[in-house]
């Protein structure tokens, strides 16, 4: 009979390729991650892995158990949903995962009056871009930024349109209007978007010149406030903004959509339920805002 806490860590080498990275996914040193390998090897009477200079490499032996222990992982989560999908309380846990900007500048208010309204509801709340794994229980609740239609396993609606605007500080707004339409446009930029969008220069159709490069939405949005450039953001983040005004006031792009999304067999679960129909009517009420509507 094989130890489950064993298959898991091989599982996590054989994914990762490195005893370093299964620890670190693991929360547990390397020589945990070791022993439980040299354990299960010791069983078996087999190498699972090749020790090589560049990581651990999976013997044909361990492929054949992979397959094996991909069985019992999904085995093991599907009970585990199922359990979880017959808590009938609104207590406990509930861990849900958005991209960072969406928590600190549209949703954290209505986190706030979720937890005070459903004080026996402990939020967890997992800030990141990566779409977490819902199947493997990552996460409880997904809100996306997706441009796909998701996974037919999951649960859930697509609510709105998120758009984008260019945004400069007011200070420079009626230079950045009024300049002759053959007068470049000084940008500020993300390293990992690149050039500056095409729908972005029109209608003026400029030249775009990059006087800054920054790695972090935040500083982008900072640098646009002292006057530094342009900028691309999301309506939600530009618009409510005293120190920034649309580069032209009509001037938008559909980004993506937002989705909230559950495990179809947590679906039923009492707290995901409440938070899954709270956030979608947080998140249908602030339409305009990230839709870009200015009401004009």
Request: glycine fraction near 6%; aromatic fraction near 8%; hydrophobic fraction near 40%.
């Amino acid at each position: 009979m094989f130890d489950w806490d064993n298959i898991r860590f091989f599982l996590h080498v054989a994914r990762s390729g490195s005893i370093r990275g299964a620890a670190s996914v693991l929360e547990v040193n390397h020589a945990t991650v070791l022993r439980r390998i040299a354990s299960m090897e010791k069983q078996l009477g087999a190498r699972l892995f090749e020790r090589l200079p560049s990581g651990y490499q999976i013997t044909s032996t361990g492929e054949e158990i992979l397959v094996l222990a991909e069985d019992m992982e999904a085995d093991a989560l599907a009970l585990e949903r199922q359990i979880y999908g017959r808590d009938t309380a609104l207590t406990g846990s509930l861990r849900v995962t958005l991209p960072q900007l969406l928590a600190t500048h549209l949703l954290m208010p209505d986190f706030a009056i979720f937890s005070k309204k459903y004080p026996g509801i402990n939020l967890e709340l997992i800030t990141s871009n990566e779409p977490l794994n819902l199947t493997k229980r990552q996460a409880d609740v997904a809100i996306r930024v997706a441009y796909t239609t998701p996974p037919e396993h999951l649960f859930g609606r697509k609510l709105v349109n998120v758009y984008q605007g260019v945004y400069a500080s007011k200070s420079s707004l009626d230079k950045c209007l009024n300049s002759p339409l053959d007068a470049p446009i000084r940008w500020i930029i993300k390293e990992e978007d690149g050039p500056v969008p095409a729908w972005a220069t029109r209608p003026q159709e400029r030249k775009a010149i990059q006087t800054l490069i920054v790695d972090d939405p935040l500083s982008q949005i900072m640098a646009a406030r002292e006057g530094l450039g342009s900028s691309v953001h999301f309506c939600f983040m530009g618009d409510p903004d005293p120190e920034l005004g649309r580069v032209p006031p009509g001037n938008t792009h559909v980004y993506g959509d937002i989705w909230v999304l559950t495990h179809g067999d947590l679906r039923r679960v009492p707290r995901v339920k409440a938070f899954m129909k709270f956030i979608t009517e947080a998140i249908l009420a602030k339409r305009k805002l990230l839709e870009g509507d200015l009401g004009e």
